[in-house]
């Protein structure tokens, strides 16, 4: 039997066979994977599984030594073998389905995954504080940022003051301005500055489309780093919270097709769980450093 597992930011899924269960418990601010799943795991009631499929966010690209992931799925599922893999490439897999290109998955963070004839390339996915650019978190809190500023005179757009309202009244009953409560609230209000932007508020368009000129690079290098070439027609797709923005996913479309002007812009075909159950059933090597077996010895 094969149980699937999904640990994101906001939640984790797990699945197997018929069975299907919805935590809200996922990764926290600045905690480890391995510590995450062990949260989930313990209020999960009791399965039993062969084989678990992990994605996992918080590797940033980099699938760290599978043994104590092995121990935690031995230990709660008595598995014999478990997948390590690295969110993106998940997200990558389950979003094309073998075919050759990119998916861009932008929540409050950003990764981007590229895959070329068996050959991936992982780009940002880097955090908050040094990478992410164009994410939910970088666009909240550049829109905060600028509301505040012009609230204190150091800036002038009263359009922009009157649409972050709300958002400033949250940011100053904040206890900790520098805490999680505030990571959250920037993440929330990137609605806020993409709302802003339709409605033609010109802070927020000069914002939005950084951020789309950014996300566009970064899915630019993602495709080169997997040995595509701009001749080439790799097909990308672009999803997670800020993409229902349909103003968003045009610019960075349109930056990146002046780049690679034979793409293929599509719909993620599925989702992180069904990137990681085609890996368990079909990639049985390890594919560093994005994919890596534990097993018992």
């Known amino acids: 039997m094969l149980l699937i597992v999904d640990l994101g930011q906001s939640g ?16 926290l601010a600045g905690e480890l994977p391995l510590g995450a799943l062990r949260a989930v795991f313990e209020s999960t009631k009791k399965l ?9 966010t918080g590797f940033s690209g980099t699938v760290t030594d599978p043994a104590a992931f092995f121990a935690l799925c031995n230990e709660f599922f008595a598995a014999r073998k478990v997948a390590v893999i690295d969110d993106g490439l998940a997200g990558f897999i389950g979003a094309l389905q073998g075919s050759n290109g990119v ?25 908050s504080t040094f990478g992410d650019e164009g ?72 914002i939005r489309d ?36 349909s103003s968003y996913v045009k610019a960075i479309q349109g930056f990146i097709a002046l780049a690679l002007p034979n793409t293929h812009f599509v719909s993620a075909r599925g989702d992180n769980l069904d990137g990681a159950t085609w890996i368990a059933e079909n990639m049985a090597a390890d594919a560093p450093p994005l994919l890596r077996w534990g097993h018992e010895v």
């Open 210 to 245: 950084e951020g789309a000129y950014l996300l566009a690079q970064t899915v630019i290098a993602t495709w080169l780093g997997a040995g595509g070439s701009s001749k080439e027609a790799p097909e990308i797709a672009i999803h997670g919270g800020p993409s229902g923005n």
């Open 103 to 127: 998916v861009l998955s932008i929540g409050g963070g950003v990764v981007s995954v590229g895959g070329r004839d068996g050959v991936f390339a992982h780009r940002d996915g880097l955090g």
């Open 12 to 27: 984790t899924r797990i699945r197997m066979g018929d069975i299907a269960i919805n935590s809200t418990r996922g990764k």
């Open 135 to 206: 994410g939910g978190f970088w666009l909240g809190k550049l829109g905060v940022t600028k509301a505040l500023a012009v609230r204190q005179g150091r800036d002038s757009d009263a359009k922009l003051l009157k649409a972050f309202q709300s958002n400033l009244s949250a940011y100053d009953a904040l206890e900790s301005k520098n805490g999680a409560e505030a990571a959250t609230l920037a993440i929330r209000s990137a609605r806020t500055l993409l709302d802003a932007a339709d409605a033609g508020v010109t802070s927020a368009i000069k």
């Open 48 to 56: 039993s599984a062969d084989v678990v499929s992990l994605s996992c």
